[in-house]
């Protein structure tokens, strides 16, 4: 039963991950075809994950209504909301054209959906505000180059450092100076970032594929 | 209009407290997304990719959309405590296939195309200013990352290389952070047009 | 109590309220403040120009509601300059929130210049899946969408005859908000077919696309809704995102106000227990 629980899943991710970055490879069909039955299979398990959180966000809320615990009332609205756009996108939106213009399901996502999710990111703004004024401090002058580069590109890529410095020699103007640091020095760090990120990514999927890494399997360690 | 129109003052009133119209948006919108996320994941996924195919006489291969469909099912066992092991044969598929995926695309565009794209001629007399900021590129992703390199004590020529990675990173943060204030009021720009043009209808964007 | 003091302790939601003051009144009394086109996005601009008129284009709207500000202008203009090169475009989404609003500017666009779905243009609507999708993509269009957004078979579709991989296309434009989006295209696509590629991202994103644009993985690149204004400039068309740069100037202007004066006052009150 060991092998069928532990061995066996290991195995099968080792398989997969060594035929998928064969099949970057070796174009010849005996290693292309069974990887793209892999990335087809893979496509349908992923959207049954989407499918197995949303069953968990109406298990978990409707037991938090069933044991009436904190803010239960509007776990009800949630709950009520959810239930209310899987009916009317199963059995109400003309099935595979439910995102057409004039669906009942187009009307839900346009004056529901889009607004409230809109919404909800550019409270942001008001937060990013607030945080300059109260928690942006230049103590340091590694704090004090950040400082420096954020108000050279803050102000240098929106019209009014073009507006600001216009009557500058053009190498002075706010706008050059913020192309450059982002085309140089910046592009460095990132770059160097990137490449560190990347070795990293390599040796993890390696130690994944190897088996060395395995808390995706969740194993019960008792 | 109105009622897309009300659901954004709504959660705009967070700004002035916490409040129960701005919980009853929220709650609202976390119902809304993810009956519309399994709506969607059934009509343009699993629909034409698996459900549609084996119900459909003649499909070539038809064994292959069998298999998909055993492996989504089995995904499912995650409910039952006794079974929830089945969903690792799922697992093992996903996360194959991914690691597969990101080592190689990570290999290709991060590492070589990267290293390949720093090596750039660092003295050309007829063109200094490209000189200039070929040195600055060069010497910047490599001070970056012996600053990520932790496996040598950061003193001395190590320690002063490790300096100078910082700053690039410290110039690299401050352009984030420039970026992210750009996009976050952008965000905001685009709420106040929509109450403007769409709902009031006052000006035209 | 000092003017210091009242400031250090000052209630946030006056900030808040004059933020949102100041992002207000530049959009109901514009500035009109000159936009200057950048590096990048003029190199997107060109790259786009660039592509031989009647191709096939593959555009890849990669974002959801909450980015649209940023990035719907940057979409509407990409559609529109390809529409005018009589470019024929087929277009994928990977992000689940994104698809109504890229089908909207595909739609709303094509029947202003006269275009045909099916012929001229095709939505293929969304997968789920991310990189998988990009590698599947790139294999078999078909194979990975055997319907369109509507649930059309594709087969029934004439611009999907003349092309089922990356072998027929002469551009991928990405618009992205994130994962998966630009990174994951180069990575997966960009490197493995080498297709051309430009990419539209939100400003959050796009300081770390730069290693891509100078090493040639991409062609251009446009930044946040300023990158969006420039490339309006570009096709001389003064839509969503020219008119709100007056207000992301006047804002952010703010907020640098914001920076200097917290730390003015830190510093100041530091001095005076020092």
Known sequence: MDLLKRHIPIYLTATVGILTILSFFIPHPLVATPAGWLLDWAIVTVASGYVLGAANVLKVNGEDVIKQKADWPYKIVLLVSMIAMLIVGFFMSGGTHFLDEGTKFTWAYNNLYVPMQATMFSLLAFFIASAAFRAFRIRTVDAGLLAIAALIVMIGRVPVGQWLTKSLPEWAQLPVWAGWLLEWPQNAAKRGIAIGAGLGVMATGLRIILGIERNYMREDKS | MWIAAALTLFIFSFLYKDNPLYKFAEHLFVGVSAGYIVVQQFWQVLWPNLIEPIQTPGTLDVWKFWVGGILCLLLFTRFSAKASWLSRFAIAIIIGVYAGAKTTGFAQAEVVAQVQATMLPLWNPAHLADSFNNIVLAVGVVCTLVFFFFSTEHKGFVGGTAKLGIWYLMVSFGAAYGFTVMSRISLLIGRFQFLLDNWLGIVRF | ?274
């Not at chain 3, 024929?88 to 929130?97: H, Q």
């Not at chain 3, 500017?105 to 045909?116: A, D, P, S």
């Not at chain 3, 269009?141 to 055997?146: E, M, N, V, W």
Request: glycine fraction near 12%; hydrophobic fraction near 40%.
């Open chain 3, 1 to 274: 109590m000092s003017l210091g003091d009242k400031l250090e302790k000052l209630d946030r939601r006056w900030i808040f309220l004059l933020m949102g003051v100041l992002v207000l009144l530049p959009l109901l009394f514009p500035l009109k403040l000159p936009i200057a086109v950048s590096g990048p996005a003029s190199r997107f601009y060109q790259a786009v120009e660039n592509v031989p008129n009647g191709s096939i284009v593959v555009i890849s709207g990669d974002f959801d509601p909450a980015s649209a500000p940023e990035l719907m202008p940057m979409t509407n203009s990409a559609v529109r300059h390809l529409f005018r090169k009589n470019c024929r475009i087929i277009a994928l989404e990977l992000w689940p929130g994104g698809p109504p609003l890229v089908d909207g500017v595909l739609h709303r666009i094509g029947n202003e210049l006269g275009k045909k779905y099916g012929t001229d243009y095709v939505n293929l609507g969304y997968k789920s899946g991310n990189e998988v999708v990009m590698l599947a993509f790139g294999s078999t269009f078909s194979g990975t969408f055997p319907n369109d957004y509507s649930g059309t078979p594709v087969s029934k579709l004439p611009l999907m005859e003349d092309v089922d991989n990356f072998d027929g296309v002469k551009l991928l434009v990405n618009i992205s908000a994130g994962t998966p989006g630009t990174k994951e295209w180069v990575q997966q696509a960009q490197g493995r077919y080498h297709i051309p590629m430009v990419s539209g991202s939100t400003a959050v994103q796009s300081p770390e696309l730069y290693p891509y644009l100078q090493s040639g993985q991409l062609l251009g690149l446009l930044g946040g809704m300023a990158g969006a204004a420039e490339y309006e400039k570009s096709t001389n068309f003064l839509g969503p995102a020219t008119k709100g740069m007056d207000a992301q100037s006047s804002a952010h202007v703010y907020i640098m106000f914001l920076i200097l004066l917290g730390n003015v006052i830190y510093f100041s009150r530091r001095g005076a227990k020092g």
